[in-house]
């Protein structure tokens, strides 16, 4: 069965701390991986990765995929109270168009 | 900033009533997506949408679900004869291509009572 753990589960930060978040899948036909922030309701958008060991950044955010070991880690630098949320990992395969998510990682800044 | 827009925000119903959850998605896309999300659960997909046919389901999406796009702008979700377990948050979800990263509506909250 495919598998999408994420963690750990909740994280409580100061803000100016640096985070890091993991992902590992286990899934057959592995095309990516995508990262998403979940607010209030919608997951956005943040980082789909394919290959292998290259870095993806956004600002504070970056975020790296190794297909060896099968896991991604979503770094997030000098955090902030807008940083809170949750963040989700998702993997979708070669074949067919479905995402499959984590549970996700509960992140709290505190000032 | 293009947007998946999605109505009602919330939706309250009997079990066994029938509801449609409906969905504008941005408009230059061809994939759309519905997902759901049970409190304190992961989100779960449940049907992929191209070119006016299901593309892919979920064993989630059984004979209660259907989903249309009636015109060129809307994407609906019927359930037929909700269930208590259906209370969950819907969202739909749109791409440019497949397999992309979807930009996600901002959900429909149904309770089922």
């Known amino acids: 069965e495919d598998k999408v753990v994420q963690s750990p589960l909740s994280l409580v930060v100061h803000e100016g701390d640096t985070v890091t978040l993991n992902c590992s899948y286990e899934v057959t036909n592995f095309r990516s991986l995508l990262w998403y922030k979940q607010e209030k309701k919608a997951p956005t958008f943040l980082f789909m990765l394919t290959s292998s060991g290259i870095e993806k950044k956004s600002g504070r955010l970056s975020s790296i995929l190794d297909k060896k070991e099968l896991f991604s880690i979503l770094n997030i630098t000098a955090t902030q109270t807008g940083d809170s949320a949750i963040y989700l990992c998702?993997?979708?395969?070669?074949?067919?168009?479905?995402?499959?998510f984590g549970t996700g990682t509960s992140l709290t800044v505190i000032p | 900033e293009p947007e998946v827009t999605q109505t009602p925000s919330h939706q309250v119903t009997q079990m066994g009533q029938e509801v449609i959850l409906r969905c504008v998605p941005i408009?230059?896309?061809?994939?759309f997506y519905w997902y759901r999300q049970i409190l304190g659960q992961k989100v779960e997909f449940l049907v992929s949408f191209y070119n006016n046919e299901i593309s892919e389901k979920s064993e989630i999406f059984d004979d209660q679900f259907s989903v249309e796009r009636p015109d060129g702008s809307n994407f609906t979700l019927k359930i037929r004869s909700t269930k208590l377990e259906d209370s969950a948050m819907y969202f739909c979800?749109?791409?440019?291509?497949?397999?992309?990263?979807?930009?996600f509506g901002s959900g429909t909250q149904l309770s089922v009572l």
């Open positions: 408009s230059n896309h061809l994939y």
């Open positions: 979800a749109s791409s440019e291509g497949p397999r992309l990263g979807g930009f």
């Open positions: 998702a993997v979708v395969r070669d074949t067919g168009n479905q995402f499959y």
